[in-house]
């Protein structure tokens, strides 16, 4: 088992930045690649970001490329989201998964544990 605490979600005026935090705790923390995802109101979660194992390899949605930037550290057991420059459209529950796959969950259905979710709100 792992369990996975979001945090630094908040609100934010268009154009500003937030860092998330994912702290892990249970099994080895670099045995899982990670990943973000968020769901916005009445919408299906979706892919943001995935961390391969050892930090080697990212992937990034469309729509966040050039913007954000995910990575981790092993030592602390805890992966990062850095979000800049950021739009009303951004507004989401964000969202920490963990997966066995090298490479990290790059859809929800690859990530075989979730945190409870951390809320982003943009203003305009």
């Known amino acids: 088992q792992v369990q996975l605490v979001e945090s630094g979600g908040g609100l934010v005026q268009a154009g500003g930045s937030l860092r998330l935090s994912c702290a892990a705790s249970?099994?080895?923390?670099?045995?899982?690649?990670m990943g973000w995802f968020r769901q916005a109101p009445e919408k299906e979660r979706e892919f943001v970001a995935a961390i391969s194992k050892f930090g080697r390899a990212t992937n990034y949605a469309d729509s966040v490329k050039g913007r954000f930037s995910i990575s981790r550290d092993n030592a602390k057991g805890t992966v990062y989201l850095h979000m800049n420059t950021l739009k009303p459209e951004d507004t989401a529950i964000y969202y920490c998964a963990a997966s066995s796959s090298i490479a990290g969950p790059m859809s929800r259905y690859e990530a075989d544990y979730w945190g409870h979710g951390t809320q982003v709100t943009v203003s305009s």
């Open positions: 249970g099994r080895t923390f670099s045995a899982y690649g």
